[in-house]
């Protein structure tokens, strides 16, 4: 998932404490972990062996359960045990790497569809304003981006958008951008600048290392003495490509035709 070109930010915090939680309950008890996240998850002591499940409960995969019944009690339990100590200390290194925590991720959880009906998010949104200060720098906006999302909530336009939730989150933002009123005016101008605002934070560095890879696909070795300037000219050109879903589909515009034909000169 998060290797993805397209912004997924928005899930980051969710799955980055399912994941956690996920590694707990392999060998921890269910009522310790429960549906804990954020700062309580990482308060949970995987030191402690009153929060461990017996060894032979632990949720080892079947096949190593299958595996473990042609080896001796003894060999078996030294076995389990080494189990344990590989997912405890799995488990504390994600408790303090991954940003489980982190308030901005948390908040960014406003920007999924399904966000608009909880009852959180009029104040989660407000939150976010105030993380993003450098876009929302005034009074005014935080206000207004908070009386659209009250419209939001309650505007029947939105409910047209539902079986997008699970498509391109870009797509269900620009579509929200769109939404007009009986004045022919946009309805929410300025939720939708902090939804494609939020959607620049990066989830990881899947697409830099991937731009990294197409910069080393064009210089081959016949092609090793290339300018700067050429290189960006044609990264312009299969950007553009890609993002429009074909050669076809590219709309031909002056700097699309000067990139081409410096390009093609080279």
Known sequence: MFQSSQPVVHVLYQKANELVRQCMLLF?????VAEKEGHDLTEVNCEQSKNWLESGRMAIGSGTKRALKSVPDSKRKEILLAVRACLKITTVYLQQHLPISNPDLRDLQCLHPLARKHATGRATVERLCHHLKKMSKTDVFVDRVDAEWLLCMASKEMDAFIPQITADICSYWNNVSEVIDVTGCKMFPHLSRLANASLTISHGNAVAMHGFSVN??????DRMSLDETTIQALRLVKETIRLHG??????VTRSMITAVRHAHSK
């Open 246 to 251: 074909g050669p076809a589909a590219v709309p």
């Open 28 to 32: 921890m008890k269910p009522d310790v």
């Open 216 to 221: 080393t696909a064009l210089l081959s070795k």
